[in-house]
């Protein structure tokens, strides 16, 4: 058998990588094989990523307003443009995150310079009501669990995102305006 | 010491964070002159903290290729003109600048140690978050690829699997890690040591899962392939006709003594001795001084010790001498 990647040598070197499941086999002559061996990460097949450009239907003009990409772009070059791009093409972008990553919400860190501004930028956003999904989930979670301390936070949080003002920020003028 | 995080099976531990700045396109979209606000950023925030600075413009083509083989630069990075790295002066932290992501910060240690490559790539990311990360509150840290976005976190171990290699069990192994989420590289089989039968097992998935549970999974998974390496290790040894005492012994005396060494041959025969120092049979060196002869053994690296164009018999004659002068203090036990 002639090696996958040089089609010149005798492949004698399996090359077998695992990616969400799905085994890709190579026969790789050793040169090859250490060609290939020294590069560092994934090697990433778009065509698992992005199946079929056509699915992205839903407004397929919509454009990135800082960098312009569209979603047949970021189907093209498996890349997404910038910052942005999440924000003006998130309902393009969401199911290929969901496609690689299973999960759809981040419950790891954070930036520092990100915690102060978490709440009322969130709150603001059209993507609240997962927020409040989330919010929800983890009340529900910290109840079994019996942290009460932390369910009376996310109560809290859960409440504000309603438009709600929790019982222990509740300040006087806010009330009456309220009515 | 480098033995005491099981390093004669895990080779090295990386993990790795892609993180990009919010009022700048990701790398595929910037201009020039972003690209090159972007190095001067990052150079300005680490300048004074003991990194040197590599611009791929005025590297050669054989100095680029030293950093690819030392695992400290992807061949991507290398690839693009305004592409940066800032290297650690004790070589743990790279930090690739302008590859697919704005950085790639890169903590590389020897053996086993997740929690340890964690806190050294924590620490560097919280001096350059200072500047304004893309973070978004649903989706983490937004990466130029879906598959790193949330954590940007890929974490993962080389691992040098000899005994589940000759056993023939690897192949399953390999398929059943690969079912749990897990991405699984690997090189092995007949006449394969050309890697040194290394796998490479990474997370699969950066989004949903704490950087925590990340390092703490992956650390469970790969300690039970220490485990079952080790017991096959022992295995092999006891259940020794002479054979492989006899190999592992021949592939000592062939690195001690040869004239010539193709890279090859070398990583073949000092999986072997790795092997025998694991199990006792030698003395006097650590598997990671060997992963050290190993990368210091690689084609651009040996070139780059040598004048001019060097011939391939050159170049195996220079990988000898380093391999016979490496391993003088490796004895038989
Ligand atoms: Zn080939
Ligand atoms: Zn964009």
Redesign the interface.
């Known amino acids: 058998m002639l090696c996958d990647e040089c089609g010149v040598n005798n492949a ?10 799905k ?1 890709i086999e190579r026969h790789l002559c ?1 040169a090859c ?2 060609k290939l ?6 090697p ?1 097949s778009w065509g698992d ?1 992005f199946p079929t450009v056509g699915s992205f239907s839903p407004r397929q003009e919509a454009r990135c307003s ?2 312009g ?1 569209t979603l047949a772009d970021i189907a093209r ?7 942005q791009c ?2 003006d093409l998130r309902e393009g ?1 969401l199911p ?2 969901s496609r ?15 915690e102060s501004k ?1 709440i009322p ?2 709150a603001s ?1 059209p ?1 609240s009501e ?2 409040e999904a ?1 919010l929800t989930r983890e009340l529900n979670d910290a109840v079994a669990k019996e942290e009460y301390e932390r369910a009376a936070a996310l109560r809290d949080q859960l409440k504000a995102l309603r438009g709600e003002l929790p019982n222990s920020q509740k300040k006087p003028t806010d009330s009456k305006e309220g009515n | 010491m480098a033995g005491s995080f099981d390093a004669d099976i895990a080779a090295s531990t990386r993990v790795r964070l892609a993180r990009n700045y919010a009022d700048l396109p990701f790398p595929g979209r910037m201009s020039r002159v972003q690209a090159k606000k972007l190095n001067e950023r990052v150079a300005s925030r680490l300048g004074n903290r003991e990194f040197t600075r590599l611009d791929m413009a005025s590297l050669s083509p054989n100095e680029r290729q030293v950093l690819v083989e030392r695992h400290l630069a992807s061949r991507e990075l290398c690839e693009r003109p305004e592409g940066m790295l800032l290297l650690s002066k004790d070589e743990k932290i790279s930090i690739m600048v302008g590859e697919e992501d704005h950085l790639r910060i890169q903590c590389l240690l020897p053996g086993l140690q997740l929690e340890e490559a964690d806190n050294l790539s924590r620490s560097v990311d919280a001096m350059l978050s200072v500047d304004g990360y893309a973070y978004d509150a649903q989706l983490g840290y937004l990466t130029a690829c879906p598959t790193n976005v949330g954590t940007g976190m890929r974490a993962s171990v080389m691992l040098h699997l000899v005994g589940l290699s000759s056993t023939g069990s690897m192949q399953s192994l390999l398929e059943t890690v690969g079912k749990f989420g897990y991405t699984v590289r690997g090189f092995y089989g007949e006449g394969t040591q050309a890697a040194g039968d290394m796998v490479q097992i990474s997370n699969q998935v950066t989004l949903g899962l704490s950087e925590e549970e990340i390092i703490r999974n992956l650390g469970e998974v790969v300690r039970s392939i220490v485990k079952k390496e080790r017991s096959v290790r022992e295995a092999m040894l006891k259940g020794d006709s002479g054979e492989l005492t006899d190999r592992l012994n021949r592939s000592l005396g062939i690195l001690k003594f040869a004239r010539r060494m193709s890279s090859e041959e070398m990583m073949r025969r000092l999986s072997d001795v790795k092997l025998g120092l694991s199990i006792g049979l030698f003395e006097g060196m650590t598997a990671a001084e060997l992963d050290k002869l190993a990368t210091l053994g690689q084609p651009a690296s040996i070139a780059s010790t040598l004048t001019g164009s060097p011939s391939s018999a050159q170049r195996d004659e220079a990988r000898a001498k380093l391999l016979r002068v490496g391993l003088k203090e490796c004895k038989v036990f």
Not at chain 1, 12 to 18: M, P
Not at chain 1, 37 to 42: E, K, L, P, Q
Not at chain 1, 100 to 114: C, I, L, N, S, W
């Open positions: 004698t070197v399996e090359f077998v990588s695992i990616i969400n499941g085994k050793p094989a250490h061996g020294a590069d560092s990460f994934m990433f990523v800082v960098c990409s070059t498996g890349l997404i443009g910038c910052a999440y924000h972008i290929i995150v690689v990553q299973t999960k759809t919400r981040h419950t790891g860190r954070a930036p520092a310079t990100f978490k930028e969130t956003k993507e997962t927020e989330r």
